[in-house]
DNA sequence: CTGAAAGCGCTTACAG
DNA sequence: CTGAAAGCGCTTACAG
């Protein structure tokens, strides 16, 4: 493996200087056309390559927007990434992804490393485990812009793109209720989670409106997004002598575990039990009975993010107005319900 | 936003030289005991961050591999990604994320940006529409490091870690005509995917075999893997005079839309039509009926295929011997067949 | 064990 | 429009 060719090389070879050279290659306006055409000809013919590393340091700018989410492994965040890079890529940015895997640790090392390599901006979808906020607040004082997206926090300088989930929850609550339901449950990811908290009010809130009791022990939290997780959710609520005759499932893929239990038990979707999801997963509309679910729109909330962050980067610091973009989610209702 | 400390900083604070810094900051053996605390410590003090892009240019290590694969939004990759996370994070190296999104052109400007990023090594898959593989051949004689994943190519200086296609239909043909199976099709992605045509050398085979006629009206090929595709597929497919009794999907995905379509015309599965898939979709087994399928340990590929990328990187260019791991699929027997 | 100095490969005011 | 020069923030032989 030879040595690389640098714009030194391409500046010897053309009897002009380096400066010459990277501002033909940058396109810059200042240069003479035809030097600018010897330069880009003799770049190609001797294969030169940029080094994005030197060209970032010293100009500042990597065109890079760091991504940082739980997992790329579910639906909502595979998609919301691949509209952030909608945006992005027409803009002239890459998009680096990171998953932090719900651990609060790997998360604070994945922002450091994104701040360290000088990306343009960050956006991040919290880990579970993540309580501590400081990592973030701190590169938010390092200067680069960061836009929390779905998973988000309080008081923090930032500006956030999340759904709207007090009122998704309430009416897909609603929903259930209008299909005569009066003993709903919900299935749960961890309270601490600011969204499955917030879409436990919804649902607290839809059960009050129609004078139906709140029942705690029809709330079951779970540690992870798996199915099994909401297999077993079901099976202790089956075991109540009241059994519930509806579910609200915080994920899709909670409401596939769900069914796939129910289907074990014995039970009858949507006769003796309905069940609605919450998210936007393609699998839902092609499992049977396809469910009825809160639909996120999860590729339009990252270019969102990624559109308020390129604006961000823009104004570089100064007087970046905080958004705070709270995106309804529409109910989709099919045969599970 | 404040101008970020540097080690020269530090080094002013401390009255040392930036060198003793540096050295101290990245745990050098040749440096004394209370320099290093003394330095660690300042650097603490002052918040000091180190600056990733100054540190690879001159060190001409980044600890970064780059992946690319064609979609994060198929559980196959994205669980294949995290086996490489699991390994690069233990030996202190960050994985850098990219989707081609199945787009050559995509595909060429990524790898040429995490080349031109000088990233340590790429684990690639390719996307469908590539056929021309000068990019990574450019990049392998750039002196990086490249692993070949799944999606492989012939001819290419380097390491590969893919399924054993052929086997595996060969495999699951056989289970298929062991249930007695005499009319099977197969739904499939563009044959010019390498694995396409592999597995249907396999299907051939195991029907050859059988003493079973092969059908080219039974081989249906499909544009994306998406539910939809496949579920027109069937209706192709059952439209014919003779319908076929079994299907043997390409990937767990396509099996999934052709249950839902066969649901929709009635078709009763496995009894009717018996269905089998291709993958490592834990959806798979949360569907009714359960898919039988032939499961890829997309993980431990991932893992591979990092450990052998490690490897690479370790011996830096020098006698680097070429790996072909072939990974043998497992056959999960469930509902559908 | 520490420092002075060169270098990594670019960008960008500043002159002309 | 072009060049000389300083600089981005580190690392690393080379001396001592």
Redesign the pocket.
């Given at each position: 493996m030879a040595?690389?060719?640098?714009?030194?090389d391409i500046?010897e070879k053309l009897?002009?200087?380096?400066?010459?050279?990277?501002?033909?290659?940058?396109g810059?306006?200042?240069?003479?056309?035809?030097?600018?055409m010897a330069v880009l000809e003799m770049a190609k013919e001797m294969d030169?390559?940029?080094?994005l590393?030197?060209?970032s340091?010293?100009?500042?700018?990597s065109k890079i927007i760091g991504v940082v989410v739980p997992t790329i492994n579910r639906y909502f965040w595979s998609n919301s990434i691949s509209g952030i890079e909608n945006i992005a890529y027409k803009e002239g940015y890459k998009v680096m992804i990171f998953q932090s895997g719900e651990s609060f640790n790997k998360e604070v090392e994945i922002v450091e490393t994104l701040a360290n390599s000088r990306v343009d901006g960050i956006i991040i979808s919290f880990s579970k485990e993540t309580k501590d906020f400081n990592h973030v607040h701190q590169v938010i004082e390092r200067g680069i812009p960061v836009v929390m997206l779905e998973r988000t926090c309080k008081n923090m300088k930032a500006s956030k793109v999340s759904t709207d989930d007090k009122n998704g929850a309430y009416t897909i609550t609603k929903h259930l209720i209008e299909q005569g339901r009066k003993n709903i449950a919900y299935i749960c990811g961890p309270l601490s989670l600011g969204g499955c908290k917030d879409r436990l009010k919804g649902y607290q809130e839809a059960l009050k409106k129609a004078g139906l009791p709140f029942r705690k022990d029809y709330v079951v939290e779970v540690e992870d997004f798996r199915f099994e997780q909401a297999g077993q959710a079901l099976e202790k609520l089956w075991d109540m002598t009241v059994k519930p005759d509806g579910i609200l499932c915080f994920a899709d893929i909670l409401a596939i575990g769900t069914i796939h239990t129910a289907h074990n038990l014995g039970i009858k979707i949507p006769e003796q039990l309905s069940v609605a999801g919450f998210g936007d997963d393609e699998t839902s509309r092609f499992i049977s009975p396809a469910i009825t679910t809160m639909a996120q729109p999860s590729f339009e909330m990252g270019e969102l993010a990624a559109q308020i962050i390129l604006e961000e980067i823009g104004l570089s610091g100064e007087s970046c107005q905080i958004r705070t973009e709270i995106i309804k989610p529409e109910i989709i209702i099919r045969e599970s319900t």
């Open positions: 040595k690389p060719i640098t714009i030194k500046a009897n002009v200087s380096i400066a010459t050279v990277s501002r033909a290659l940058r810059s306006s200042e240069i003479k056309k035809e030097t600018k030169y390559h940029p080094n590393l030197a060209s340091l010293s100009s500042k700018k």
